[in-house]
């Protein structure tokens, strides 16, 4: 029973870590629409897009200069 309540709380401390390091955010577009992520978008400073993960975990790219706001939620 012990080892099974010390693999129990080592599997919920791992997901508490895990979770925490995510950062969602929402970028807000000119047009007023909002894109929601999983995490913060990362800038490709070469091809001029934001490129993010979506709540739907599928992965997305927007122009930066469709981009009004990115802010963490």
Partial sequence: ???VT???LAVLVGMALLTGCSSP???TLNDGREIQT???PEYD???GFYE???IDGKPGRVNK???R???EL
Avoid: K, P
């Fill in 1 to 3: 029973m012990r080892a």
């Fill in 6 to 8: 010390g693999s129990v």
């Fill in 25 to 27: 955010s929402v970028i």
């Fill in 38 to 40: 999983l995490d913060q």
């Fill in 45 to 47: 400073d070469e091809a």
């Fill in 52 to 54: 993010f993960e979506g």
């Fill in 65 to 67: 200069d469709q981009v």
């Fill in 69 to 71: 706001t990115v802010q």
